[in-house]
């Protein structure tokens, strides 16, 4: 479950084509960030520290106020890949915000959801304005460091092993027991995909091959329904470690 879903009228556009989009006029509380300025400040953090950009997406809605990003990177481990996603405002919708994660997920609808909030809730001030390159520099640092945790539970969940029993017991507890913020019908789903499953994620009997079942299943929900599903499996599943 990763990269840009677009529900709300909010088309693709191409890096190079976002200079190209209107810049509203600042006024004395809201300074508009530019959004090719964003995208660009991002980019050339990460180049700063030999971080690659193996995959990027971007969309703005239909009045170009609003801007959604998606960017996979090189910093992998065990075949999972780090990725960021981002987004801006120019009509005061929401803040200045990236999240970052192995699972990243942006939606023109304002679902934003990914294991860690590098900035948030930065308001489009002149301070935000003057300051964008170090904001943003400081946000991919922790992210950095965020992947070192990231790095530790994967391979926590891959050394989880699980007796079938057990991980029957995981799911009851998740979907009939209001574990996790989903729809109990997807317990037949991550049942039929984590022990009958054929693709390779779902082979070993271990915690991580399990939450490979519970987020393939999600992705049948609807945009919000998935995020939220997503945002409640981890805390549910950390309390099996």
């Known amino acids: 479950m990763d990269g840009l879903m677009l529900h709300r009228g909010a088309e693709l556009i191409g890096r190079q084509n976002l200079p190209e989009l209107v810049t509203p006029d600042p006024t004395e509380t809201?300074?508009?960030?530019?959004?090719?300025?964003?995208?660009?400040?991002?980019?050339?953090?990460?180049?700063?520290?030999?971080?690659?950009?193996?995959?990027?997406?971007?969309a703005v809605s239909p009045d170009g106020m609003n801007m959604f990003g998606f960017l996979q990177v090189n910093i992998e481990h065990e075949g999972v890949q780090l990725a960021l996603g981002l987004?801006?405002?120019?009509?005061?919708?929401?803040?200045?915000?990236?999240?970052?994660?192995?699972?990243?997920?942006?939606?023109?609808?304002?679902?934003f959801h990914g294991a860690f909030a590098a900035i948030t809730k930065r308001k489009h001030t002149k301070h935000l304005e003057r300051e964008l390159i170090e904001v943003v520099s400081?946000?991919?640092?922790?992210?950095?460091?965020?992947?070192?945790?990231?790095?530790?539970?994967?391979d926590a969940w891959r050394g989880f092993e699980l007796p079938d029993g057990r991980a029957k017991e995981v799911i009851y507890?998740?979907?009939i027991g209001r574990g996790i913020d989903a729809p109990q019908h997807l317990g037949k789903r991550v049942h039929q995909l984590y022990f009958a499953g054929v693709e390779p994620a779902f082979f070993p009997r271990n915690m991580w091959s399990l939450s490979n079942a519970f987020t393939s299943a999600f992705k049948e929900l609807d945009p919000i329904p998935q995020m939220k599903a997503a945002e409640s499996l981890q805390p549910f599943l950390a309390q099996f470690n």
Do not use: M
């Open 87 to 111: 987004r801006n405002s120019h009509s005061k919708q929401f803040s200045l915000g990236i999240v970052a994660g192995y699972r990243v997920f942006v939606c023109d609808n304002l679902a």
């Open 138 to 154: 400081v946000g991919v640092d922790r992210i950095q460091r965020h992947f070192d945790k990231v790095r530790s539970d994967i």
């Open 30 to 58: 809201h300074v508009p960030i530019p959004h090719h300025r964003l995208v660009e400040s991002v980019l050339e953090s990460l180049a700063y520290r030999k971080i690659e950009v193996t995959r990027d997406q971007y």
């Open 173 to 175: 507890d998740a979907f």
